[in-house]
């Protein structure tokens, strides 16, 4: 399961409908093409080879270790790109669930901090109600310095998930969560 983290400006937004849910972006160009190039270098080194009458051992050398090379970055890069063709459909479907069929809830968090330069990341796991069981995910989210906090431990969020999707949407703002903490005591 996948979590996308909005930290939203005021309490009142935490519970707003959920809205548009984006489609995936692209990855770059040389990232989806590069298995091209990779391959008709490929190519040449191989046709170049057996253009080659009777070459020296050095040269046969170099000529193998340039095509063990090339189809070595040829299947890196093809399977580069399969991974993210299989990333971008995944995330194109749990945006069309999410946008059909979102059903809100309240979930809670556990939360790890470690402080870095220019920030704080949290990680932990995000509980909630999903039909008769209960879902756990684990999630990490990067606050930089000057962001509104990020979730305590124990935390309330509120949490849009489908049935057909595996990709959960929690929204958080601290004075929601408090509000909704203080609403459950005695």
């Not at 309490?11 to 190039?37: I, K, N, S, T």
């Amino acid at each position: 399961m996948s979590v996308v983290w909005q930290q939203v400006g005021t309490a009142d937004d935490v519970e707003a409908p959920l809205g548009d849910v984006p489609d995936p972006g692209h990855p770059g160009w040389l990232r989806r093409w590069l298995w091209l190039p990779a391959l008709l270098a490929t190519v040449g080194v191989y046709v170049a080879r057996r253009l080659v009458d009777e070459p020296s051992a050095e040269l046969e050398m170099w000529l193998m270790l340039a095509l063990t090379g090339g189809l070595a970055v040829t299947a890196v890069a093809a399977l580069v790109r399969y991974r993210d063709d299989q990333r971008i459909g995944q995330e194109r479907r749990s945006a069309a669930a999410l946008r059909t069929d979102a059903r809100p809830t309240t979930g809670s968090v556990t939360v790890s901090v470690r402080e870095l330069t220019g920030g704080t990341m949290l990680r932990g796991l995000l509980t909630y109600p999903r039909d008769e069981d209960t879902a756990e995910d684990a999630w990490s989210l990067m606050v930089a310095d000057g962001d509104a906090p990020g979730p305590r431990p124990g935390d309330p969020v509120a949490v849009w998930w489908a049935p057909a999707s595996d990709t959960v949407v929690a929204r958080y703002h601290r004075g929601w969560a408090d509000d909704v903490r203080r609403s459950q005591r005695p």
